[in-house]
């Protein structure tokens, strides 16, 4: 049979029975909407915690006191167990890998100036911080060593506090008043939106290190470094090369175990994908299954129909079809039925994505491969559930088959 | 070539009986069915001897059971013989293969169905078009406007775009008929085609058949109605697989005629009432 005799065929056939096609494409079209939607849901949540854990900085290294394992040294809570700046001081000078060396020291305060007062976290961090957390400035600029150095009261101020604060001015050059000490707004930081703890990342003020622990917090201690390396490759030999210098800073002894954890972003994003992880997968399994019912649902429209095509099938062959014309047109028939219907069910899963995304903020993500996989799934599922009963029927004797019930 | 025929054919006239010396397009030979059901066997037709030749016009007669839908749908190249020979042509039929008898079946003989077996939600023309679509001989044709022709053969020339659920069983069978003739076989074939059907409907189908006899067409019927096979030419009657009488019809009536009655009948009755 010519190709356009075939085209026209099938179609007939297909537009002959509207509820038929309908019913059978409706199957296909909310399996593989549902596989869309629920991957993008899984594929969203972890590309999200994905950036977030990346937009604490690129090759992020993170050193926090205490052994990672609970079962530790005796040592308990002696100031041995503590980081304080003469770590980072130490690190800073023995150090070949690191891009940058930083404490943390957080403190919260109310601060007052401009349009009226907020309350906020304090970061006294060093100037390597901006490089190691990958954080530029909107306007202004960061502290500099001489900042540091001289514990300059200078601040750089996070977007979510120049919002409440300066919201239709900029802010560099203003005053600000931390703990009723004086500081001189220098720079704003670009935002970040929420970690992946869901904190607001943009509230938060900067300052040299060392202004914040003699003015505001005058503690010793660190309850955190941040460093970072020059290249990914470079953290595995970074992260011993700082486990060397602390444990020589802390005085260790062969025979002790560190009083002191190294992670690298590696590890921190594991632990949060693990999580995502299960979650794609346990959404895959449902869009799998819906799209399985689908497809038992199109397996029983096809057999209730079977008694019916198999007598049009007796039809074509007794004026001389041949069972290879038959098969061709139900083939086509099945292809151009499963094709429409995946496209219509990609278009049904873009669009509640979409839905779903601007109903609840949730970020979602489809890939090429999640609707190629789809696609060929409900191809599939057409295909044998359209094409197979015609084969069973197309083998018959015209007679036989005129004769089915 | 089909002009020709039909010019023979109409010299003739209506009132020629048997005595044709066309070709020989059907012999049977030994023909013989057997269908395996279980345990029991049923020998459906057992040792069919028949020759049809051109421009013949039978009736297969016989009680039901006897074999006669059995022979159609051999005849038809719709199933094999078991065992026996079947020359259609000269071409000995059960020697093909499955693609061979369909290209028989689109090319050469024009089948009819007691139940119609149209295509159901599909207009006459369409169902008419069909056997078009899968014709390979590769010859030109336009398939919708021959389609169109032979709906206006059989008088549906206003009906074409009707599905069969909007058609009485007459009109139906007439689709089938011009289905069964736009191929334009040498031979067609009819099993009961007015069993489901009233009289007077079934008088105006035999019309049709006489018509395309007439030009020259092979027709063979299955009918278990005397008054059916009086329009036919020649009467053969099965029982038990076998063929037991093989006769011309001798007192041959002109369907056209009877219907042309009918309706002076109907006329005096709707007068009788009036008065
Ligand atoms: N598909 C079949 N399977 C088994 N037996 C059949 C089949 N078709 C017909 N028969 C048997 O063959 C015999 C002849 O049937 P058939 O040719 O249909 O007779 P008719 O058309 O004269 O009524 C019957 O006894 C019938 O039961
Ligand atoms: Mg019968």
New binding site residues.
Partial sequence: MKASVLTKVATQSILKNKMRTLLTMLGIIIGVGAVILMVAIGQGAQGQIQRQIEGLGTNLIVIAPGTSNTGGVSGGAGSFNRLTVDDVEKLERETVLLAGVSPVIATGSQVIGGQGNWRTRINGVSVDYATIRDWGTTSGSFFDDADQRSMARVAVIGQTVKEALFPDSDPVGEQIQLRNVPFRVIGVLEPKGQSAEGTDQDDVILAPYTTVRTRLSGRSFVPQILASTFSPEEIPSAQEEIALIMREAHDLAEWEADDFTVRNQADLTDAAQGTTEVMTVLLSAVAGISLLVGGIGIMNIMLVSVTERTREIGVRLSIGARGSDVLTQFLVEAIVMSAIGGALGVGLGFASAQVLANATGWSTAISPTTVGVALAFSAAIGIFFGFYPARQASSLDP??AL?YE | MTTLRASRAADRGIASVSTDAGDVVIRTTGLT?V???GRTE?R??DGVDVSVREGEFVAVM????????????ILGCLDKPTAGSYELDGIRVEELDKNALAEIRNQRIGFVFQSFNLLARTAAIDNVELPLLYDRSGRKIDSRKAAAEALERVGLADRMDHEPSEMSGGEQQRVAIARALVGQPSLILA??PTGNLDSRTSVDVMTLFQDLNDQGITVII?THEPEIARYCKRIIR?RD?RVIVDEPVRDRRCARDDLERLAYLDEQNVAEVAV
Avoid: F, H
Avoid at chain 2, 62 to 73: E, I, P, Y
């Fill in positions: 007679i036989e004769r | 069915r269908y395996a059901t049923v459906a037709l016989g009680a039901s059971g006897s074999g006669k839908s059995t022979l159609m749908n099993d009961e299955v099965m697989g």
